[in-house]
């Protein structure tokens, strides 16, 4: 059976060596030339009959081959003079069964002008990289301080002052509170009050990580630990956050197997890379926050108990937004700045109808809802006022309708007046009230479905089920 090499025609390897290397010449142990290429004798202005069976030296200017089959000692990126200007050059000793038989030149760049061509390609992509290398130390800063944490409610008062208060200390912190409540924000203002703010924080969504990935990313690994890895290795998020503060976003999304290591990495004060020997040790200050019940999960089986008690040191509850309602204009002020400068406009207000319309929202979507509504406001602006016209249509028709029904039947109520006969079957009713909730999650999670899953607590499986039967798309 022919092998691979036998297989390739003779006449072949003529075109292949050229495709492979532009120029390129061999010589025998005494320097005599036994191979040249085209390429390579048009650069030296002869041909390759009469550069054959010729010294080397006699045919390059300046060539050192002649040496390198007599040493056998290669010499790699060597400037070489010739026609006037130097080109890079390349030269390898030939060793077949042991024995040096000659020696293999190639030519990496004709001439200063090429390489610094190379050169400038290769800069632009160095600087490329020293750009996002920046960008990248930059996002380890915390972006938020507490003024920027809006609200004079009593529960969200508290909640700020006890994040102040604890901001120095050393000691886990753990947010509850729901998706969209504003816990990334906290643990930046904390990082931010805190003795390590001029040092990294390092933010790790738990809930986004595959978990075959979640080990090398959190503890990095070696040299070598598997397949694909970098050479050289990689740091994990620990080791980047060194001296630093860590926040594990949704960390009861964290898997059972991933919690035990966590929890020896807290108490060791060191990690262990994938794939290393050696424990590496790491000072940080951990940041967790879910809107999941721990407690529960715990009674469950599917949190830890011991990791809980480990990140819940400080516990610290972030109000939902329906129960700091008087804080709704002061928010939605300051996001309507924030976006003014975004849109390049100025002197955006809310009208008292909108702001009577907030108020009667529930946000199962939080202050993440809310700036999602005054955003898709300003997209369709046309003055400087927000009016009804200018809300999602859910807020503007669904909301009045709901309330109008429920002050209906409780003023039929109030007076004793019989409710009329055209009520519907209860099943029909939940499940309007069903498909309109589904709906309203949607709209506050701007058609994500994850995610208004996530609102209305409920899995991703039974949710698609539900705007399958509802013919949700």
């Given amino acids: 059976m022919n092998s691979g090499m036998e297989a390739i025609p003779v006449d ?4 292949i060596i050229n495709l492979l290397a532009e120029r390129i010449v061999v010589t025998d142990r005494e320097g005599t030339i036994i191979y040249i290429n085209e390429a390579y004798c048009e650069f030296l202005g002869t041909t390759v009959e009469e550069a054959l069976s010729r010294p080397v030296q006699d045919v390059i200017e300046n060539s050192r081959m002649h040496i390198v089959a007599k040493t056998g000692h290669k010499e790699l990126d060597s400037l070489h003079p010739i026609n006037g200007s130097e080109m890079i ?10 024995k040096l038989v000659g020696a293999l030149g190639t030519v990496m760049f004709r001439s200063p002008e090429e390489w610094r061509m ?5 800069q632009h992509l160095v600087e490329e990289l020293k750009y996002y290398k920046t960008k990248v130390e930059r ?8 003024h920027d944490l809006i609200g004079k409610s009593q529960p969200f008062l508290e909640a700020k002052q006890l994040a102040e208060r604890i901001s120095d200390s050393n000691s886990s912190v753990l947010l509850i509170g729901e998706s969209g409540t504003g816990k990334e924000l906290f643990a930046h203002a904390i990082h931010n009050h805190s003795i390590r703010s001029s040092l990294p924080l ?10 075959h990935l979640f080990e090398s990313e959190l503890f990095g690994y070696d040299d070598g630990a598997f397949t694909g890895a970098k050479k050289g290795g990689k740091k994990g998020q620990f080791e980047i956050a060194h001296n ?45 926050a879910t809107n999941r019940n721990l407690e529960k999960m715990v009674n469950e089986g599917k949190f830890r108990q011991d990791l809980y008690y480990r990140l819940n040191v400080i516990k610290i509850e972030i109000p939902p937004l329906k129960k700091r309602k008087e804080d709704l204009k002061l ?55 927000i009016e009804l016209s200018h809300l999602p249509l859910y807020l503007r028709d669904k909301e009045r309708q709901i309330s109008s029904e429920v002050d209906r039947i409780a003023s039929q109520e109030d007076t004793g007046n019989k409710i009329p006969s055209s009520i519907i079957p209860l099943k029909e009713k939940l499940a309007q009230v069903e498909k309109e909730a589904i709906l309203n999650a949607l709209a506050a999670a701007n058609g994500n479905k994850q995610k208004a899953a996530q609102l209305l607590e409920i899995g991703k499986t039974r949710f698609y089920e539900k705007c399958k039967l509802y013919n949700i798309k």
């Fill in 12 to 15: 072949w390897y003529e075109q």
């Fill in 89 to 98: 050059a390349n030269r390898y000793p030939l060793v077949v069964d042991g």
């Fill in 118 to 122: 190379y050169k400038t390609k290769i």
């Fill in 139 to 146: 996002e380890l800063t915390g972006k938020y301080y507490f």
């Fill in 202 to 211: 390092v933010a790790i969504n738990c809930a986004s990580i595959p978990e």
């Fill in 244 to 288: 630093g503060t860590l926040f594990l976003d949704e960390v009861g999304e964290m898997p059972l197997s991933m919690q035990s290591k966590l929890l020896r990495v807290l108490q060791e004060k060191e990690v262990q890379r994938v794939g290393g020997q050696r424990s590496i040790p790491v000072d940080v200050r951990v940041i967790a």
């Fill in 331 to 385: 928010i939605s002020l300051r996001l309507l700045q924030k976006m003014e400068r975004k849109f390049f406009r100025a002197g955006i207000e809310l009208s008292e109808e909108v702001q009577q319309r907030l108020i009667e929202h529930s946000w199962p979507g939080n202050i993440r809802e809310l700036e999602n509504v005054l955003e898709r406001a300003i997209n369709v602006l046309d003055g400087q006022t």
